[in-house]
């Protein structure tokens, strides 16, 4: 977390896509990041040197050039929206979904569609490929499935994995667990090794409903919910 610590982005316009880079000790806006024609739906960091950023209005993904303020790499992935977005270890792919439950496999450089999943059947916001190379995707249809996204085939599936119908955040841990926030106000931890449907662990996340999750060390998650606040879990 150090390499970020005075770098902190900011969404300031709802409908016109504008990203600020604050220092987070004075609040002074670094630079400005403008390129997604509309509303944002996350972004966040790659490298020390780079942030992904993405619209399911505007149907983007960018990578950009914290440096440069410039644009690395405009994918025009998907007329039904981009709601969740992963950068793949291959190093030629990108993971994009959208509110089908559709997952689009591109290829990031010349933005060739390699792979089209059929992953869940509603809204997918929480897209993250694990350390062993598979594709976890969170779905608003109350699961957290596991893909090969070589293949599109489904390895496994945690279902129900919270108590009223959605997932929205979706995170990993530094020893590659997953842990889901869901419409239900809880924030659940996975076995990433057994994949099983009971929750290692299983946290009050301080909402009714949990939209946002950040991993700030190996010990502590900040949730954020549909109160405007957030809380320490």
Known sequence: MCVFSIKVLVSNDATGGTIDMVNEATGHVLTKFTGQTCGLNGFRWITADSFASWSQCDGKAIVWNVTTVQAIRVLN??????????????????????QYGQVYIWNWHT????RLISAATNWIFGLRQHPNGY????SYDNRLRMFDYHTGTLVNTIFPAHSANG??????LPNGNPVTGGND???KLWDMSTFSSTPLRTFAGGHSAVFSLLVYDANTLLSGGNGGDSKIV
């Open 185 to 187: 106000g809880s924030v």
């Open 135 to 138: 594709l976890l995707v969170a």
């Open 77 to 98: 992935g998907d007329p039904n929206g981009v709601s969740a977005f992963e950068l793949l270890d291959d190093g030629q792919s990108a993971a994009a979904a959208n």
């Open 167 to 172: 997932i929205v955040p979706l995170v990993l």
């Open 111 to 114: 933005g060739a569609l390699i």
